[in-house]
């Protein structure tokens, strides 16, 4: 059976954890961050998201994607609000399970685990744990670039973390770029914001969350579709 692995990294503050959350969702893929470890295998309230994203094979169906196509062309002129036949599929936008309270609510599962293990069992979107260059190696991983402005990811930490003060957010996002950086540089000999490493690169201040989560999906659909089954 084909097993899909996706790695996001990035701009911190780029929107990689809301793309990632979406991706997970939509695929019914197993979701991790670098604090949270979430299984998403059909495990959603939502029955109807489950019978439209996953086939009895586990592959993405028909249905969805069209969907997906559907809304793809309405962003690109802005008019995805005037079709009564895009109003349906809200439920991909909805806050997952342990974000839905916000990011202090205590909801998240601070667990460890073993990067290479997730790799092999494969079904698995991973935010900002260095995936690109952690599983390097791993075959069939689609690896995602996502980046943005400045000015926007200020502004999108400080709405995700519930700040008022722009400075605050800066040093927040300073503070992590710096470890980061020093992460990839130090045991990778790597740069995060060089596109070379990545399969597929976004920039969320061209194009929004929604049109990142259509990209990244046609990505990852065409990277399934090349595996043989």
């Given at each position: 059976m084909r097993k899909t692995l996706v790695t996001i990294d990035g701009h911190i503050g780029s929107g990689a954890f809301d793309v990632g959350k979406k991706i997970a969702r939509?695929?019914?893929?197993?979701?991790?961050?670098?604090?949270?470890?979430?299984?998403?295998?059909g495990e959603t309230d939502d029955t109807s998201l489950v019978l439209a994203s996953t086939g009895s094979d586990g592959e993405f169906s028909d249905r969805l994607w069209a969907?997906?196509?559907r809304a793809a062309s309405y962003f690109a002129i802005g008019a995805a609000g005037d079709d009564p036949l895009l109003q349906?599929?809200?439920?991909?936008?909805?806050?997952?399970?342990?974000?839905?309270?916000?990011?202090s609510s205590g909801n998240a599962l601070d667990k460890a685990y073993d990067l290479d293990q997730v790799a092999k069992d494969g079904?698995?979107?991973?935010?900002?744990?260095?995936?690109?260059?952690?599983?390097?190696d791993v075959e069939q991983v689609s690896r995602v670039g996502i980046f943005a402005e400045w000015d926007d990811r200020v502004n999108r930490v400080m709405a995700r973390e519930g700040l008022n003060d722009a400075a605050l957010a800066e040093r927040i996002?300073?503070?992590?770029?710096?470890?980061?950086?020093?992460?990839?540089?130090?045991?990778?000999?790597?740069?995060?914001?060089?596109p070379d490493l990545y399969d597929l690169?976004?920039?969320?201040?061209?194009?929004?969350?929604?049109?990142?989560?259509?990209?990244?999906?046609?990505?990852?659909?065409?990277?399934?579709?090349?595996?043989?089954?």
């Open positions: 939509m695929f019914g893929l197993r979701y991790f961050d670098r604090a949270r470890l979430q299984v998403l295998n969907w997906i196509e349906g599929a809200t439920d991909i936008h909805r806050p997952l399970t342990w974000d839905s309270n916000g990011p079904n698995a979107v991973i935010v900002h744990r260095a995936g690109a260059v952690e599983l390097a996002i300073s503070e992590r770029e710096k470890a980061q950086k020093e992460y990839f540089h130090k045991m990778h000999k790597a740069d995060p914001e060089d690169v976004i920039n969320t201040s061209d194009n929004n969350i929604d049109i990142a989560t259509i990209q990244v999906s046609r990505h990852v659909k065409e990277a399934r579709d090349a595996v043989p089954v």
